[in-house]
C-alpha cells in the first residue's frame, strides 16, 4: 500500500493506492474510488477554497520500472508530483 499525503490551499489531500483499488480523500472525505488493480489509475473530485470557490481536482497514478508514482491537478495545473 502506498499513500501520499499533502496540504494545499488549507486542504488536505489524500490518495490511498492499495492492492484493492485506489481513493481520493479530500478533508477527510472519499471523493473518488478505483476497484481493483490496474496498471494506470485516475481519480478526480474538487477542492473548495477558502474563498468558497470550488476548482476540479485530476489524480493520475501510474507505476514506471515497478516505482509508483502519482500527479494531482487542479484545474489542469500541476501541484503535487511524487
Same mark, same amino acid.
Given at each position: 500500500?502506498?499513500?501520499?499525503?499533502?496540504?494545499?490551499?488549507?486542504?488536505?489531500?489524500?490518495?490511498?493506492?492499495?492492492?484493492?483499488?485506489?481513493?481520493?480523500?479530500?478533508?477527510?472525505?472519499?471523493?473518488?474510488?478505483?476497484?481493483?488493480? $490496474? $496498471?494506470?489509475?485516475?481519480?478526480?473530485?474538487?477542492?473548495?477554497?477558502?474563498? @468558497?470557490?470550488?476548482?476540479?481536482?485530476?489524480?493520475?497514478? @501510474? $507505476?514506471?520500472?515497478?516505482?509508483?508514482?502519482?500527479?494531482?491537478?487542479?484545474?489542469?495545473?500541476?501541484?503535487?508530483?511524487?
Amino acid at each position: 500500500m502506498k499513500t501520499w499525503k499533502f496540504e494545499y490551499e488549507g486542504a488536505t489531500i489524500e490518495i490511498i493506492n492499495s492492492a484493492t483499488g485506489e481513493k481520493l480523500i479530500v478533508d477527510g472525505q472519499l471523493q473518488d474510488e478505483q476497484i481493483g488493480y $490496474a $496498471a494506470r489509475s485516475r481519480l478526480y473530485g474538487h477542492l473548495r477554497l477558502p474563498n @468558497g470557490e470550488r476548482r476540479s481536482l485530476k489524480v493520475s497514478i @501510474g $507505476a514506471e520500472f515497478l516505482i509508483l508514482h502519482c500527479i494531482v491537478f487542479l484545474d489542469d495545473k500541476e501541484i503535487f508530483r511524487s
